[in-house]
């Protein structure tokens, strides 16, 4: 029921970027025959459909939980204190993972059981920690999601009225912030910030740290990237070509947003989408360039030569940019949409070459495959941690986090700052002598 659930979604939000991109979408509101108080009654009640489909198959499995636990009549308010609670921030997030190795398993194969803890949780996890826990399961998922949402947001013709957008996209935007910072809401002291700085120094220690024969995975990102790649070196030649085939859904958005760029002025022309991979091709020669030298850029002979050939490609890149701008027709917008075109196109990239693996250790170009993918690993790691890092500005938020999580405790009059402190306290504390045995016949 989980694994379909998430299923529905993605192929609900596909489904509408295909109808948008293509033109589908603009297409059938400009049918004559099609009036426009048929499109608004027709987008109310795919809105209405919506929130039956999608809404109420998500919270599901919690509603038949606790209703054959309890009895429906009598789980009504329990229910209502769960949602207080975010209980259904907790249970979505379940549900990633249910669907995330589920599907794995199905296209690889394996399966092994991974241990939680189940006692009063009052340590606080780093970042760090949370990130190699959740990277693969929900990160990287939710921020796909999240890049669905924003490109139909920015290019759908229907739906301008806001309450049948939000109530067609509700679930999925709840779905996008569970699995985006679920573990960091109910994270002891997550949004303390003394706790947040030294997160992000344990960050990006770990993400510079180099792997090799006997570095564990909690100290270096070369390490734990190797271990996430340990299904795709024991999945045989169907579930590599089914990653591949998987991969291929990345490249949509290059393939629709292209067309809509002011610079292609409405040319529907196979030559704008080569144009366009031509354009993807130069930026990963830069990043081929660049991102292999940095580590030996400490060298004396090659220093100077690092030096000139980032003058040249920045001197080329204003150049580039100015003919565009002032010859082509360039503008800002643009440059965001093609930001949203093209980092998807190399996220396909790198999963193929993951799943490429022995071909392209053969041809000597893995390690560029590695330090593509430790640059998007710091770009998702930037775009998820700098909402934590303005909710810790806020004092009130950590104080409203620690009487979300303990609020059972407080109930009962507990103090939460010695839970917390744990034994910090009688640690800090100085030992007291013993006194000495008094014999009672000495008494006065």
Same mark, same amino acid.
């Given at each position: 029921m989980d694994e379909v659930t998430v299923l529905t979604v993605y192929a609900f939000l596909y489904g509408r970027i295909y109808m948008v991109l293509s033109g589908l979408e603009r297409a059938i509101l400009e049918? =004559?025959?099609i009036s426009i108080h048929q499109s608004q009654a027709l987008e109310k009640a795919l809105a209405t459909q919506s929130v039956f489909? !999608?809404?109420l198959l998500l919270v599901l499995p919690m509603v038949m939980e606790i209703g054959l636990e309890k009895g429906f009549l009598t789980a009504l308010g329990d229910f209502i204190i769960m949602q207080l609670q975010l209980a259904s921030v907790f249970f979505t997030f379940h549900l990633g993972t249910k669907a995330h190795y589920y599907g794995r398993t199905i296209l690889h194969g394996g399966s092994k059981y991974q241990a939680t803890g189940r006692g009063f949780v009052v340590v606080h996890a780093k970042f760090a920690e949370n990130y190699r826990a959740y990277s693969r399961s929900h990160f990287v998922k939710g921020l796909e999601l999240l890049l669905l949402l924003l490109v139909y947001e920015i290019y759908r013709q229907s739906y301008r009225a806001s309450s =049948?957008?939000?109530f067609i996209t509700f679930s999925v935007w709840l779905m996008v912030a569970s699995w985006l910072f679920a573990p960091f809401v109910f994270n002891p002291s997550g949004f303390e910030w003394q706790?947040?700085?030294? +997160?992000w120094a344990d960050w990006k220690r770990w993400m510079g740290y180099r792997g090799g024969i006997g570095i564990q995975p909690d100290r270096s990102w070369e390490s734990w990237w190797d271990g996430e790649l340990g299904h795709l070196q024991n999945t045989n030649i169907r579930g590599r070509v089914l990653e591949i085939i998987l991969a291929f859904r990345f490249f949509i958005y290059q393939y629709g947003i292209v067309y809509h760029l002011d610079i292609a002025h409405h040319n529907k022309s196979w030559m704008v989408y080569g144009f366009s991979w031509v354009v993807m091709a130069a930026i990963l020669a830069v990043l081929k360039l660049i991102l292999p030298r940095r580590r030996r850029a400490f060298e004396a002979d090659i220093w100077l030569l690092c030096r000139i050939l980032k003058v040249l490609l920045f001197l080329s890149f204003l150049s580039v940019m100015t003919i565009l701008f002032v010859v082509c027709g360039l503008t800002i917008s643009d440059l965001f949409a093609a930001g949203l075109a093209f980092m998807p196109s190399g996220w396909a990239l790198l999963l193929i070459g993951q799943a490429c693996r022995p071909l392209f250790?053969?041809? +000597?170009i893995w390690n560029s495959i590695k330090e593509l993918g430790r640059l998007y690993e710091y770009i998702m790691g930037l775009l998820i941690f700098m909402p934590i890092v303005i909710l810790s500005w806020f004092p009130l938020m950590s104080e409203f986090q620690t009487? !979300?999580?303990f609020n059972q405790a407080f109930s009962r009059g507990l103090q939460i700052s010695k839970i917390l402190a744990g034994k910090k306290d009688?640690?800090?504390q100085p030992a007291q002598p013993t =006194?000495?045995?008094t014999n009672p016949k000495n008494k006065v």
């Open positions: 049918d =004559p025959s489909q !999608l809404g =049948p957008y939000g706790k947040t700085v030294d +997160d250790k053969r041809l +000597d009487r !979300l999580l009688k640690a800090s =006194p000495p045995p």
